[in-house]
């Protein structure tokens, strides 16, 4: 049982540590959304989008979201409402000062 835990705190630190978020399911179910987000660089500045989901297929929830930084860079992708469980989810987007983001979306539901 504690090896189980042990395990599964890893994997989150090892999650949080790197700047892509992967949450949920993304193996072996459909993949519903795609899409890149960027935003160029601006001096002394962070930049930040939210972006909004909405999956209103009937019932099908969302299963697993990741957020793929292309550029290796320090920006910080969260999801702040919704995700997993939900039709629908808010991303905040953020770069690290000075410097732009790259993300790819992807949402598999």
Known sequence: MSSKL????????????CTSVVVGRIHD????????????SVPFFKRSQEVSIEYPVGDQKIKGIAIIDLLNSQAEPSITSGGIGFGFAKIKLKSERGSGYKFRLEVYA
């Open 6 to 17: 042990l395990i599964l705190f890893y994997g989150l630190l090892v999650t949080v540590d």
């Open 29 to 40: 179910v459909q993949k519903v959304y795609e899409t890149e987000y960027e935003a160029y």
